[in-house]
Every structure is written in C-alpha cells, then in structure tokens.
Antibody, heavy 121, light 107 residues
Framework: QVQLVQSGAEVKKPGASVKVSCKASGYTFTSYGISWVRQAPGQGLEWMGW????????NYAQKLQGRVTMTTDTSTSTAYMELRSLRSDDTAVYYC??????????????WGQGTLVTVSS | DIQMTQSPSSLSASVGDRVTITCRASQSISSYLNWYQQKPGKAPKLLIY???SLQSGVPSRFSGSGSGTDFTLTISSLQPEDFATYYCQQSYSTPRSFGQGTKLEIK
C-alpha cells in the first residue's frame, strides 16, 4: 500500500536547523510530487511548499522563502525538508503528503504520520 | 493569496444528524477544492477532492458540492467516528491555503 513514513521527533534550539525525512513506498516515487504542511500546537494547517520528485522543481510558501529547502533522493524514494534559523513559532508537527494531480486538479493523499519539531532554549 | 473561510468554527451534533460545513474562498477557485478530516493526534485524511469527488474508501455519507467561491461538505447521517476536525483546502493557486477548520463535537 502507498505509505509515507517520517523521521522521529526533534528538539532544537533557536537559530538551529532541522531536517525531516519522508520515505515513500508502494508507488513510483518520481511520478508524484511531495508537499509539506505544518501544524502548530492547537492550530490549523499551513502549506509550506512542494517539490517534484521527477525533476526537483520546488515551490515554497513566500513566508518561508530563504529558510526552507526541500529535496528528494530518488535512489531511496525519500523526500527531505530542511528549515533553518528556527524560532519558537516554528514549533509544530510537520507532515509530508503525496501530491496527486489530475489535469490541473491537485490534492494531498496519503499523508505521513507527522514529525514533531520543538524549538526551545 | 487566496483566503479560505470555514463556518461554523465549531459545531455540536448528535449521532444520526445531517451536518453541513461551509467553505468560502476569497476569489473564484472553480472546483479546485478539497476536504480533509483530522482526528486528534493523527494526520489529516482526504475525504473529497475536486469539490465533489469522493476519495476511494470514504463512506458515501460524505459528499461535497459547490464551485466558484462557495462550497459545502455534508455528512448525511453522523456516525460516532465522524467526530473530528474538518478542513477545506484550495488547489487553484499557491500558496495552497487551508480553511481554519471546523471542529465537530458530540452533543
């Protein structure tokens, strides 16, 4: 079955960086993109950006431009999201999701289990 | 950026009730609208894509409708496992924004 498995929880100090992984299985990795979505404690969902697993093209949310980098390793069917210069308001659960498309329509399914990143001094 | 606004923000209902959640986009998004369900401590789950297409494996009591700026998610007869938070999300343009969520609670 199609599955995305993320790396474990992280605790980081302000100013540090974090890199979260998302390993895909059950489908041809390069046929889909991966989006990253985060959720601060008790809050809603925020789209962070997207990467094409086919050619590595990216599209980042403007508010994260310059701090976020999304990459893929097609040899291991793994996507990565690195966030730098961490602040306390980056504390959140970070999700990866397969980006499905039909013509211009797009949706996220399935999702990884989530990775809690805590930023605290 | 396109803003998505859901109403209500919270809703109390009973098992067996018919429930409707509304999502409004700040500009026309055609049918580029998806619905997700999230239970506490779990990842979101896709229910409806392209405004009205039911994702495989999702019970038929869930349905979506609308186009342009106004959309609805309807649960025809609430089941105990349906109590969760529901999010709409537009895929018309980036950033692919979500509504703020509607928390469906047991009355």
């Amino acid at each position: 079955q199609v599955q995305l498995v993320q790396s474990g929880a992280e605790v980081k100090k302000p100013g540090a960086s974090v890199k979260v992984s998302c390993k895909a299985s059950g489908y041809t990795f390069t046929s889909y993109g991966i989006s990253w979505v985060r959720q601060a404690p008790g809050q809603g969902l925020e789209w962070m950006g997207w990467i094409s697993a086919y050619n590595g093209n990216t599209n980042y949310a403007q508010k994260l431009q310059g701090r976020v980098t999304m990459t893929t390793d097609t040899s291991t069917s793994t996507a990565y999201m690195e966030l730098r210069s961490l602040r306390s308001d980056d504390t959140a659960v970070y999700y990866c999701a397969r980006d499905n498309s039909l013509l211009d329509l797009r949706w996220f399914d399935p999702w990884g289990q989530g990775t809690l990143v805590t930023v605290s001094s | 950026d396109i803003q998505m606004t859901q109403s209500p923000s919270s809703l109390s209902a009973s098992v067996g009730d018919r429930v409707t959640i509304t999502c409004r986009a700040s500009q026309s998004i055609s049918s580029y609208l998806n619905w997700y369900q999230q239970k506490p401590g779990k990842a979101p789950k896709l229910l409806i894509y392209a405004a009205s297409s039911l994702q495989s494996g999702v019970p038929s009591r869930f349905s979506g409708s609308g186009s342009g700026t106004d959309f609805t998610l309807t649960i025809s007869s609430l089941q105990p496992e349906d109590f969760a938070t529901y999010y709409c999300q537009q895929s018309y343009s980036t950033p692919r924004s979500f509504g703020q969520g509607t928390k469906l609670e047991i009355k």
